[in-house]
């Protein structure tokens, strides 16, 4: 499952100083993760090319928002761009929608599973490429793209192949759980008996249960719940005999969606479990 995220940090006008975030996420999630083999030790990572890109968060302004939409859509094409993208009382540094633009580059499409967070002059760029080329390269690109003023975090990794071979076990199918519960469906248990079989074959390779909900109820309830789902995905791979040590768990509740969060299709989307391989 591929997923992409970009978060800007602003400052909203009020009595205090505080924090805000504009979250211009796009998502894209793919039935299998697409693995291009072009060396013995690289392994190319795209995205499925006909999935939704959501982007959602809070702008200063209805110029920027338009630009923001209007750059993704090029890059991603008019029908795949969800606009969920608001207008508040925030404040940005000096041309700031001009860098925005210029972050949003086609360098971006290489990265898989990743989150460009951009604090004041601070820039995060997190995720898989796949080469090490291919790292340097992307973030030297968006530095390139900024004044001397901002500061680029190369936070990217080489995808590793077993990556496409989980993904492709999973295909794209959603563990189910009882509603509101942290218990397995018979459906979802027969889904985590072939993804045992498919994790086992990966040897000496950690991974990471991450839990997911949709945006319905309160944040915290959903952190909670999807932490207490990935903890029950865990505790039946360990019945199947993977070693407990090689499991971490995280629960990111609504944080990530890769659907809209206004449809029950959408929603339904949201709710569930993505496996990650480690080192």
């Known amino acids: 499952m591929n997923i992409h995220a970009v978060s800007f940090g602003l400052w909203r ?52 928002r338009a630009a923001i939409v209007g750059r993704l859509r090029e890059l991603y094409g008019a029908d795949r761009v ?40 601070n820039v995060d760029l997190r995720g898989e490429v796949g080469s090490e080329g291919a790292r340097q390269q992307v973030a030297a690109d968006l530095a390139q793209s900024l004044t001397p003023s901002y500061t680029v975090r190369n936070g990217l990794r080489v995808a590793v192949q077993e990556q496409a071979l989980v993904d492709q076990a999973l295909a794209n199918r959603i563990v189910e759980f009882e509603a509101g519960s942290a218990v397995l469906r018979p459906a979802g248990l027969l889904i985590l008996d072939e993804m045992a ?31 207490a789902r990935a903890q029950a995905v865990k505790a039946y791979l360990v019945s199947k005999g993977l070693p407990a040590d090689r499991l971490a768990t995280s629960g990111q509740g609504p944080d990530k969606p890769v659907a809209d969060n206004n449809t029950e299709a959408g929603r339904a989307r949201n709710r569930r479990i993505e496996f990650r391989v480690g080192t």
């Open 82 to 121: 969800v606009d969920q993208l608001t207008v508040g009382a925030v404040v940005a540094p000096p041309q700031w929608a001009q860098h925005v633009q210029k972050l949003l580059s086609p360098g971006l499409k290489q990265v898989s599973h990743g989150q460009l967070s951009v604090q004041g002059s």
């Open 197 to 227: 079989v498919a994790l086992a074959k990966l040897k000496g390779r950690q991974f990471e249960v991450i839990g997911h909900t949709d945006a319905q109820g309160a944040r915290a309830g959903n952190v909670s719940l999807s932490l």
């Open 13 to 64: 006008l009020g009595p205090w100083v505080a924090s805000a975030a504009l979250a211009s996420v796009w998502s894209v999630a793919s039935a299998q993760a697409q693995a291009q083999v072009q060396a013995p030790s690289q392994t190319q990572v795209q995205p499925d090319p006909g999935k939704p890109v959501v982007v959602a968060g809070t702008v200063p302004d209805e110029g920027t």
